[in-house]
């Protein structure tokens, strides 16, 4: 791991409605707990929400991990996201405002990506999908 | 988790007391449609102050009902949209573009008020 951790990791199984508000639920009571301004709270939990809803949507089922983190001194909050679904066949496609293959907004991942600080996405095309994303405390 | 809808004159006010999952937030949106035309509804509020955050699908069912009440005859305000959530959404590039939105309730039901006095809407007295 790249960063210290601060406390245990959170991890929230994912695979119904209620999980993903459970996932925000976590994460904003994790950043709270590092000290984060409201605004940045509500930044974490709606990323949160974002992946943990591409998760039940598109792989069914899958993982939230949920990290306090510490870089020399820097305190931040880690996301991950990550399932064994069927993966993203083209991932700069899928990282453009307003392309889905649900009919929904597009607007999930590149959201994701403008909300938090750090974005990272890897996806094997059939064997799931991780996404990590982090946000620093100012 | 139910979200109660009291019915004040010619207004629905749905009042979120908690956070919703996705199947609440769909079934908000059917129960709104429906009893809109039941009651004979010229307004609908729907009160998100509790709401700490909007995501991708929130958005689009909150356009839905209003859109679908427009559609019944009646109009919808969303009020109580936190600056932090705000913040968020305009971040994540969502819009209520459409959708009429006012600081507080008391905002909502004036907006309300105003434009069942407007011109071309016929006017009724309730209450
Ligand atoms: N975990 C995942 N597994 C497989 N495919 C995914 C996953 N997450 C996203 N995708 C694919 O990437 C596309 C873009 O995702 P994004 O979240 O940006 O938009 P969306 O989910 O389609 O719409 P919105 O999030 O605005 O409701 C999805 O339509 C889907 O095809
Ligand atoms: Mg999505």
Redesign the interface.
Known sequence: MRFALIADEVRVAIDSDADIVSARQKGRGLASQCGFPSTDLAVVATAISELARNIVRYAVRGEVILRLIDDNGRRGVEVVATDDGPGIPDITLAMQDGYSTSGSLGLGLPGVRRLMDEFEIASDFGKGTTVTARKWKR | MQVPILKQGAYLIATVQS?????DLKQLRDTLVERVSVVRARGVIVDVTAL??????A??TLRDVAHMIRLRGAETVIVGI????A???V????TLEGVATSLDLEEGLAYLDRKGKGPGHEVRTHR
């Open positions: 956070a919703l999952t996705d199947e700490d955050v909007i995501d991708s699908f958005t689009r936190q600056p932090e959530v913040f968020s959404m971040k994540l590039g969502l």
